[in-house]
């Protein structure tokens, strides 16, 4: 009898410990499900409220993860710096985009070296990045600045020698190149078409070109960290081209860079995923 009792004790109290496991398992997968729905939630409402800037999200990334704690100028950053990671990582799924959710700047150093190395490799002369590239980071102090002047005259500016005579068409003056358009041409007769490129006349090298053309050396530091971001952005460019550098998956955007802080985020999410491998 005695040995009857002790074993319905034991199944008793292990029918006991087994309800309290599945109580506890329970509770915590509706504690899950309930905080799953809250982070979607969460997103959904964050989405519809940066309707307006959404295709600023991408930038949002590089914003939050090398300042998370500096109030930004456009909404949707600091926004998105108020999400907790589960949340952040949310919006972009529901978003479907493909880019990661940056934490820390730790990689920025090695990345300006991969832009300095490009610019050796091909052959575009100074690449006016040293002391870490502090001319382009400090872009970041200017954010409040306008930027779009600048875009404008980027396109616009054509004080550069045609010296490559390629026919480009709808040039409003003759003779005459943007530096971006001197850059293209320049690799493009090293590269693709070698037997184009002027043997009778000085080519001076693109970015040697730049720096003298918009007097780097003596300018307001604004200006020449504009023309630093525009540089970095060309370079990454024909470093995949030409040197046959990977571009790691991600997602782009048709954003438009309106300040020095659109336009510094732009450039840093696109190095970002800039790799040799």
């Known amino acids: 009898m005695e040995i009857a009792n002790l074993i319905i004790s034991i199944l008793s109290l292990a029918a006991t410990i087994a309800i309290s496991f599945v109580i506890y398992f329970l509770e915590r997968h509706n504690q899950k499900i309930t905080k799953e729905k809250e982070i979607k939630e969460t997103a959904k409402r964050f989405i519809i409220d940066n309707a307006d800037e959404i295709d600023y999200l991408t930038w949002a990334t590089i914003a939050v993860g090398f300042f998370p704690q ?101 040039l409003e003056h003759k003779g005459k190149l943007t530096y971006t358009q001197y850059l293209e041409d320049y690799l493009y007769c090293k590269y693709d078409k070698p037997e184009l490129m002027p043997k009778d006349k000085e080519i001076i090298l693109p970015n040697d070109y730049l720096i003298e053309e918009e007097q780097l050396r003596g300018c307001h530091e604004d200006y020449l960290c504009f023309w630093m971001m525009v540089m970095a952005d060309e370079v990454m460019c024909y470093a995949i081209r030409y040197l046959h550098w990977k571009e790691k998956e991600h997602s782009t955007t048709d954003a438009f860079a309106e300040t020095y802080e659109d336009k510094y985020f732009s450039v840093l999410y696109e190095l970002y995923y800039l790799t040799k491998e």
Do not use: P
Request: aromatic share 12%; net charge negative.
């Open 70 to 170: 500096n109030k930004h100028l456009r909404r949707i950053y600091n926004a998105f710096s108020y999400l907790d990671d589960e949340t952040k990582k949310e919006v972009l799924r529901q978003r479907k985009l493909d880019c990661d959710l940056i934490e820390d700047d730790s990689w920025l150093q090695d990345k300006i070296s991969l832009i300095v190395e490009a610019i050796h490799k091909l052959e575009l002369g100074g690449d006016f990045l040293y002391d870490g590239g502090k001319y382009l980071t400090r872009s970041y102090d200017y954010k409040k600045q306008k930027v779009d002047e600048l875009e404008h005259l980027k396109y616009t500016k054509d004080s550069y020698d045609d010296v490559f005579n390629l026919g480009r068409m709808f």
